[in-house]
T-cell receptor
């Protein structure tokens, strides 16, 4: 089954404790992206990757890191989480940046206390 | 930069009735795609319908249809014969030729369906 898998689905952590949210897709997509969803703001792009070892900032990259060592995986790293990073996070992938439908993971609800 | 605006934070509709969700966008591109995504309580993002900007004909998927007005930069979603399962957050999204941004989303409209 074609899918984008995120883990964990729920995470509560404390300020400053490094964490990683994993994202994996089995569709051989070149393009992957991370979004955060906040009430009234919709989804905003954090980082994206157009292929292995190619990453770039989206609209709200501060406080986040990503890596793309393999085509299927695109982890999101919070080196020192803060309460303002409490949000719902989505990973998405597609074949190309434009034209193709984006496939989304199930979402990760992160709470930083 | 592109922007997408959904001016209705919440809408409600009676079961079996029709409801229209509004979306406007701003872009200088001529070739782009527009989408409506549904997000039920499960949080999953589900593609409802898509529209290619170069197509004049409005897209339709069963009970879902759009009214695409390119000159006005308007992209509304009409849901006919509303069902209880249609209750969800609905997001309008834009995808252009800028390689960086996969999708630009509006703020969302919460749709409630009354039995």
């Amino acid at each position: 089954e074609a899918q984008v898998t995120q883990n964990p689905r729920y995470l509560i952590t404390v300020t400053g404790k490094k964490l990683t949210v994993t994202c994996s897709q089995n569709m051989n997509h070149e393009y992957m992206s991370w979004y955060r969803q906040d009430p009234g703001l919709g989804l905003r792009q954090i980082y994206y990757s157009m292929n292995v070892e190619v990453t770039d900032k989206g609209d709200v990259p501060e406080g986040y890191k990503v890596s793309r060592k393999e085509k299927r995986n695109f982890p999101l790293i919070l080196e020192s989480p803060s309460p303002n990073q409490t949000s719902l996070y989505f990973c998405a992938s597609s074949y190309t940046p434009s034209r193709a439908e984006a496939f989304f993971g199930q979402g990760t609800r992160l709470t930083v206390v | 930069a592109q922007t997408v605006t959904q001016s209705q934070p919440e809408m409600s509709v009676q079961e079996a009735e029709t409801v229209t969700l509004s979306c406007t966008y701003d872009t200088s591109e001529s070739d782009y795609y527009l989408f409506w995504y549904k997000q039920p309580p499960s949080r999953q993002m589900i593609l409802v319908i898509r529209q290619e900007a170069y197509k004049q004909q409005n897209a339709t998927e069963n009970r879902f249809s759009v009214n695409f007005q390119k000159a006005a930069k308007s992209f509304s979603l009409k849901i006919s014969d509303s069902q209880l399962g249609d209750a969800a957050m609905y997001f309008c999204a834009y995808r252009g030729n800028n390689a960086g941004n996969m999708l630009t989303f509006g703020g969302g409209t919460r749709l409630m369906v009354k039995p």
